[in-house]
């Protein structure tokens, strides 16, 4: 009966620690998306939206309406909940993930973005490598917001949880 007990709350630890990590992170993420767009193209949120839809459905995404918008905001969740879900199970096996949260996590945030601009959005139907260069906006939002946005929160909590 124990062991069952043990089993049950480690599960729901390790279900409140994936669910609140990649929350966080999907929250913070594409809040400041919103705002670096808005302040550097004057970009709405529902285009951001769109832009994420893009990489499953290419440029027809922006001719999508709220349809597409939404779509973009259910993968961009989805990203959010495997990114936290990889760290906790990583976290696992290699606990000096949450021994050391602050620089296990600012890293892992620099690797989520490293996999998603040359791994998954080249493969994607867009087809492209962002440019960094001269791009204000993806700095911001990629190499710089990773680091406090994507992945601190998710080590933060998920050592919340671990503990």
């Not at 994936?18 to 285009?47: E, K, M, N, T, Y």
């Not at 969740?77 to 296990?104: D, E």
């Not at 690797?111 to 911001?140: E, K, T």
Request: proline fraction near 4%; include cysteine; glycine fraction near 10%.
């Amino acid at each position: 009966m124990g062991t069952a007990v043990t089993t049950v709350a480690t599960s729901s630890r390790a279900l409140l620690a994936i669910f609140w990590a990649g929350l966080a992170c999907g929250v913070l993420d594409i809040s400041q998306a919103f705002l670096a767009s808005w302040l550097l193209r004057g970009s709405r949120p529902s285009r951001v939206l769109q832009s994420v839809a893009s990489g499953l459905l290419g440029p027809e995404s922006f001719k999508g309406g709220a349809a597409t918008a939404t779509l973009g905001a259910v993968l961009h969740f989805f990203i959010a909940f495997t990114a936290a879900a990889v760290f906790y199970l990583a976290s696992r096996q290699l606990s000096f993930l949450i021994q050391r949260p602050v620089l296990w996590g600012m890293i892992y945030g620099e690797l989520v973005f490293l996999f998603m601009n040359y791994i998954v959005i080249p493969l994607s139907a867009i087809h492209r490598v962002p440019a960094l260069q001269g791009n204000l906006g993806l700095i911001l939002t990629g190499p710089i917001g990773h680091l406090f946005l994507v992945g601190l929160p998710i080590a933060l909590i998920v050592r919340r949880y671990s503990i």
